[in-house]
């Protein structure tokens, strides 16, 4: 533990390419519409490729940004990982599983990743976080159960004097974002959404970080600019 102080199927289109006079494999190409919170199971494999969009409910939470969760049950080696790649509006992020992971008393393999998307603007005046695109493939010529799901970051934004609890893995990154000028217009505003830029004047320019931990594991922590 670390503690910080700072549904429902729309759609479905399968698309076939034929086996040609070269001897190439049919592949097909599935394509789904699911919705945000839910877990969802879908399956790959060397001629079986799965792309997933999503919807939501609500625009309540369309100012933070979106973590992607996948998981496998699976026995997996590298040689067959199966590859996890989600499109944004202004970049393209890539995975795969098993994540293999060196250590000093030899390598781990994680079945389970979770990453969170890297918001286009993470400036004050953010409006709106677009839904991304996920890809699912892989070359094992048996077929592979993968698990998904989309959620949005309701804790992305760390506020002054407040603490935050998380836990990680070398699989489960977690980054958080801190303004010194306000919030994304979703995530405060509680009226009409105004043009323009604003600053909070009340918040301070300069803070400390205190991070603790009850773990002996080491962990790694930067701090970054935002760009």
């Not at 890539?94 to 781990?108: C, F, I, K, M, Y």
Request: glycine share 4%; charged share 20%; proline share 6%.
């Amino acid at each position: 533990m670390i503690r910080i102080i700072f549904g429902a199927l729309f759609l479905t289109i399968v698309v076939s390419a034929t086996k040609n006079n070269s001897g190439v494999s049919n592949r097909n190409f599935i394509y789904n519409t699911y919705k945000y919170d839910t877990r969802i199971e879908v399956f790959v494999n060397d001629t079986t490729e799965q792309f997933l969009d999503f919807y939501e409910e609500s625009e309540l939470w369309h100012g933070y940004p979106t973590r992607v969760h996948v998981s496998t049950n699976e026995s997996l080696t590298t040689d067959n990982p199966i590859f996890v790649t989600a499109t944004q509006q202004k970049g393209i992020s890539s995975w795969e599983l098993p994540l293999l992971v060196q250590t000093p008393g030899g390598a781990l393999l994680f079945s389970d990743m979770a990453r969170t998307l890297c918001p286009h603007d993470a400036g004050p005046d953010i409006k709106t976080e677009n839904r991304p695109t996920i890809q699912i493939t892989t070359s094992n010529p048996k077929n592979v159960s993968v698990d998904i799901k989309l959620r949005r970051v309701t804790d992305f934004y760390v506020d002054v004097n407040k603490e935050l609890q998380l836990n990680v893995t070398p699989s489960t990154p977690k980054y958080f974002f801190f303004s010194f000028d306000q919030h994304p217009w979703n995530v405060t505003a509680a009226g009409p959404v105004e043009m323009g830029t604003r600053f909070n004047y009340t918040i301070p320019k300069s803070v400390i970080l205190i991070i603790d931990s009850d773990d002996d594991i080491c962990a790694t922590v930067s701090i970054q600019n935002n760009s």
